[in-house]
């Protein structure tokens, strides 16, 4: 799995990631802001166009370890917080 270019480094901030939606979201976020195609993020990350559309809008049944994969790609890391 390659990483997507990211020259810019800019921060995507601090999100609270409460559902599968919200996980989508911040990913289409990071996605668009380096300015990736699905297609593009689909094959740096080694899935398919139809999983990234498909985690991007926030299907609850998307694969944990794919999705992780993606956020790696895109260089994020999700964080646990005690609440």
Request: hydrophobic share 40%; aromatic share 2%; net charge positive.
């Given at each position: 799995m390659q990483s997507?270019?990211?020259?810019?480094?800019?921060?995507i901030?601090?999100?609270?990631?409460?559902?599968?939606?919200t996980l989508g979201e911040a990913?289409?976020?990071a996605r668009k802001r380096l300015?990736?195609?699905?297609?593009?993020l689909a094959l740096a990350s080694g899935t398919g166009?139809?999983?990234?559309i498909e985690l991007e809008q926030g299907k609850p049944s998307?694969?944990?370890?794919k999705a992780?994969?993606?956020l790696q790609t895109l260089g994020l890391h999700l964080k646990l917080v005690e609440s």
């Open positions: 997507v270019q990211n020259d810019n480094k800019v921060p901030g601090n999100m609270n990631i409460i559902d599968s939606k990913i289409r976020a300015k990736v195609t699905q297609k593009d166009l139809r999983f990234i998307c694969h944990l370890g992780l994969g993606i």
